[in-house]
């Protein structure tokens, strides 16, 4: 016989392990987003590469967190894809993480020093592109391969 005490803690603890499997569900589902949308950049610009224009770079990266056990350190690593040209500048995409303030997930963009978003605000929405203007608005605009091929141009114009 559970006393009331019992009863509580034990509804907390089903409670909890109830959040750790839909969170671990959303995070694979998350993680295929993210490759998902790696592979159709990469394939954007293949013939760039076969013509040793660029290399992709993967990896995964730990982003500085403090870590405690092997499940944070898992947590804190982040998947990069890096776009390097002949020159050495680089295209980066860090993973951010889902659930994050006004989306569902985000990707830092990083070309030289001009910094970016690439936001998912649902799950089964489309990708955005995200910046701050000079009041530190965001303004979204729409991801896709023409979008995405005017970005590479400017900031290869720029080196």
């Keep these: ?9 034990e509804q907390k603890k089903q409670t909890l392990l109830k959040y750790r499997k ?10 295929k987003k993210v490759k998902e949308l790696y ?7 293949a013939p760039l590469q076969k ?6 770079k993967e990896e995964k990266r730990s982003v500085g967190t403090s870590v405690v056990n092997e499940e944070d350190f898992k947590s804190a690593l982040r998947d990069f894809l ?8 680089t295209i980066e995409f860090e993973q951010v993480g ?3 303030v ?6 830092n963009l990083q070309l030289g020093l001009r910094e970016m978003m690439i936001v998912l605000k649902e799950p089964d929405g489309e990708w955005e592109f995200a910046e701050r203007n000079e009041g530190r608005k965001l303004i979204f605009y729409k991801f896709n391969q023409d ?3 005017q970005l590479v141009t400017e900031f290869v114009e720029s080196f």
């Design 147 to 149: 979008t995405f091929e």
């Design 102 to 107: 006004g989306a569902y997930g985000r990707i």
């Design 82 to 89: 890096t776009i390097q040209f002949f020159n050495g500048e």
């Design 39 to 45: 592979n159709r950049i990469k394939n954007w610009l």
């Design 51 to 56: 013509s040793n224009y660029l290399v992709f």
């Design 22 to 31: 839909e969170s671990l569900f959303e995070e694979v589902e998350w993680q």
């Design 1 to 9: 016989m559970y006393s009331h005490l019992e009863e509580i803690l």
């Design 98 to 100: 889902f659930n994050v």
